[in-house]
């Protein structure tokens, strides 16, 4: 009865041991599984991120691509001897110089497309192919059908389409070839004329395309046609363009024995899917071993709970005891003494590294954290309720959806920098990575202390969110705490620091828009360099100037009278005009930032113009070897694009002066000078300059053209409106100065006088008066 009483007991302390050990590891597994679906979905949100954004690079690319293509081939049918020819139903010797034409245009189009092979053009009356190199008529478009290994039927075959525009896949051997198709129709639309067709090899595009060791990007029309990348690990052969549902949104693929975790993005010109396929095992081999452990976990916890339930049950022993005994065991202790010093170091040591990862845990979470603000700043995701959810759930965060102000920081120049002079480090580290450490402490030390919001960094991009009402207190306190962050830089690290503020804005969702303010001001910043202050807030920067009209127009008479200046190879002048004209017409406003582009790319417009005057042949090597749009993306400042613009008049002026011809006949000297002499004579023309030296009319203004860059009878205005000019500056009226140049009265001479100056001689007038 005894023995019966004692094993009873045993075992109620047995299942009290076994269920207070099974509850406590329960709860430690459910953590663990917690983990894993969480990081199961964070994975899958960030492939499906990543993923987005590759192929939103990609369809971007591409339908730009598209754009260009399908608007030359538009421009293409409209072309005036394609018009033409297509009507013919052969091909008279009188065509030939409208042939000619056409295979020079279709050549400059191959040129403006990259990758293309080649543009033709099918003309269904006269049964003949044309393309930039030559004619195929109809005794021997089959010539040209034999270049892709097609009969002529075939070939038209494939280029009919329904539509009037479109594109077709042909595979020419091993090599894909994509048809982009333009239909030309009678007036009617009921029969058709010709088609153009640019051809592109896929191959070219295809090395443009990122590649895989474990995955593939690939395009599939509705047709179930495959165009994949460089990288064929892969067998696509059983995927189909109905496997990829729904946009934005993850598949998963079983190919063979693998599966594959994919997205696509729609064309918005074709049928085309822009799909990306990659391993799933790629992505969540890390975490598939968190299976394993915790199915190691389950077993190890279950035979340990049962193990120390029995052992207890048996030894009915106290569990602090327990451990006791097993400290004794462990470190050969004699049972009169224990070394709780030991016991005391080992949980120490417990405690140390669950404070450790407790902190690994806290800095991994604001890194998500900031990563994913900065990834809904930038456009990547539009998850606002993550946003909120993130921002309130992250402790480092004290950003609150009140008015909230984005501050974005940048430097002008880095290579300058000391910051050894602070971190004293054995080797040379990373400068930026210790930038952004810097960044962190002093706007938080300065900023965060004063205001609650939060920092984020992101591509060597600083940000700071704070919330702010916007009053003059609070404006105040703002400024002097950003300006103590840039003068440290600036005393510490000799680092110009400058500071672009947004807008006050009260909604997360308005976070974007808060951010393109403040790059906007920093980029302003950057651009005009010491001439703009350290800290811009983006509701103080625009001045909106009164005069932008009057700017315009001035801008415009200016370039007028340069244009002027280079054609009649006054350099000298046009050197100084040009000076003029970057001082004057580049507005300093956050608002005039692209206009102050426009007008840059407006005079080098002018420039060639100009260039195209003085030379009339083809001057495209020259334009090619210029590089004009790689040395406008280096200009980062003003000073810098005036020292381009410089640069680039030099080279002008060089070519122009290398390119002249021979020493000029001295009958042309004699011209220059009987207009010096006679100008003031209304009759003056150049039937009567011709008579003057005994040579033909037609020759001498084609002589004079090539060698001054101007006509005759627009040297003789010129001419005129310079001793205007002097006359109007002595006081002269408008009539008596037209009268004395050689104009029959003052109308002729106000709209002579604006075509070449861009005003009025009376404008001009008040204007040297004033």
């Known amino acids: 009865m005894k023995l019966l009483s004692h094993t009873q007991k045993k075992d109620r302390i047995f299942y009290s041991y076994l269920i207070s050990y099974l509850v406590i590891s329960v709860i430690t597994l459910l953590f663990s599984i917690i983990g894993y679906f969480s990081c199961e979905r964070i994975i899958q949100k960030e492939i499906l991120n990543s993923q987005s954004y590759m192929l939103s690079q990609l369809q971007n690319s591409f339908d730009h691509y598209v754009s260009t293509v399908m608007r030359i081939n538009k421009t293409l049918s409209g072309n005036v001897n394609i018009q033409s020819l297509m009507n013919n139903a052969g091909f008279a010797p009188d065509d030939l110089l409208e042939l000619n034409e056409l295979k020079k245009e279709l050549a400059n189009c191959k040129k403006s497309i990259d990758y293309s092979s080649d543009i033709g053009v099918y003309l269904y009356k006269s049964d003949s192919f044309i393309n930039s190199e030559k004619r195929y008529a109809s005794e021997i478009n089959y010539m040209y059908t034999e270049l892709f290994n097609v009969s002529k039927d075939d070939f038209l075959n494939f280029l009919d389409i329904p539509q009037a525009q479109g594109y077709k896949i042909m595979i020419n051997g091993n090599e894909p070839l994509l048809f982009f198709i333009q239909n030309i129709y009678s007036y009617n639309y009921k029969t058709k004329m010709a088609t153009i067709f640019t051809i592109v090899p896929w191959h070219r595009i295809a090395e443009n395309i990122a590649s895989f060791s474990n995955g593939q990007v690939f395009w599939i029309n509705s047709e179930n046609q495959i165009l994949k990348g460089i990288d064929n690990s892969i067998s696509l052969d059983s995927i189909s363009y109905d496997d990829f549902h729904a946009e934005n949104q993850l598949t998963e693929i079983k190919i063979d024995r693998d599966t594959y975790i994919g997205s696509f993005k729609k064309s918005q010109y074709f049928d085309i899917k822009y799909c990306v396929l990659i391993l799933k095992n790629s992505y969540f081999k890390p975490i598939s071993y ?47 003494s224990v070394n709780f010093d030991k016991i005391g170091n080992y949980l120490e040591n417990l405690l140390a590294e669950n404070r450790t990862l407790a902190n690994s845990w806290k800095r ?3 890194e998500l954290s900031n990563q994913f603000v900065a990834g809904f700043i930038k456009g990547w995701n539009t998850d606002i309720e993550t946003l909120r959810e993130t921002i309130s759930k992250t402790e480092s965060i004290t950003l609150k959806e009140a008015p909230y102000i984005v501050l974005l920081a940048s430097y002008s120049d880095i290579s300058n920098c000391n910051l050894d002079n602070v971190v004293k480090l054995h080797g040379r580290a990373d400068t ?7 960044f962190n402490d002093v706007f938080s030390k300065n900023l965060l202390s004063k205001f609650s919001g939060m920092l984020c960094s992101f591509e060597g991009t600083y940000v700071c969110i704070i919330n702010t009402d916007g009053s003059t207190e609070n404006r105040k306190l703002l400024k002097s705490s950003v300006t103590e962050c840039i003068n440290w830089y600036k005393e510490t690290l000799n680092l110009n620091l ?16 808060a951010y393109n303010e403040a790059s906007q001001i920093v980029s302003y910043q950057l651009f005009w360099g010491e001439a703009s202050e350290a800290l811009m807030f983006y509701d103080e920067s625009s001045t909106f100037f009164s005069s932008e009209n009057k700017s315009m127009v001035q801008f415009l008479d200016n370039e007028k009278k340069l244009h002027n200046l280079l054609i009649a190879k006054d350099y000298e002048k046009a050197y100084e005009l040009l000076d003029q004209i970057l001082e004057e017409s580049f507005i300093q406003d956050i608002n005039y930032m692209g206009i102050n582009q426009c007008r840059m790319y407006s005079l080098i417009d002018t420039f060639f113009s100009s260039l195209g005057d003085v030379f009339k042949k083809d001057n495209n090597d020259f334009f090619e070897k210029l590089k004009l749009v790689n040395r406008m993306m280096e200009a980062n400042s003003i000073d810098a694009a005036k020292k381009v613009m410089h640069d680039i008049f030099d080279d002008i002026i060089k070519y122009v002066k290398e390119n002249s011809t021979a020493e000029q006949p001295k009958w042309l000297t004699d011209i220059v000078e009987y207009v010096d002499k006679n100008y003031s004579d209304p009759n003056l023309n150049i ?3 011709s008579d003057h030296i005994g040579m033909n009319l037609t020759y001498v203004g084609r002589t004079f053209k090539k060698y001054f860059g101007c006509g005759l009878i627009d040297y003789i205005h010129i001419r005129r409106i310079k001793e205007c000019k002097r006359l109007l500056e002595e006081g002269q009226s408008v009539k008596e100065a037209a009268l004395a140049v050689g104009y029959i009265d003052s109308r002729t001479l106000i709209r002579i006088f604006k075509k070449y100056e861009g005003i009025t001689p009376g404008q001009f007038k008040n204007k040297c008066l004033a």
Not at 298 to 323: E, Q
Not at 501 to 513: R, V, Y
């Open 290 to 336: 968190l299976k394993l452990i915790i199915a190691v976990q389950t077993v190890v916890v279950l035979l340990i709970a049962v193990a120390l339930s029995f052992y207890y049950s048996v030894r009915n022993y106290n569990p602090i005891s327990r451990i006791i005994k097993l400290f004794r065991s462990y470190y050969n202790i004699s049972d009169d």
């Open 687 to 689: 039937s009567i300059i």
């Open 432 to 438: 930026y990575q210790l930038l952004q450490y810097v």
């Open 364 to 366: 991994a979470q604001a």
């Open 498 to 513: 400058v500071v672009g503020a947004s807008g006050i804005h009260n909604d997360f969702e308005l976070l974007p828009k």
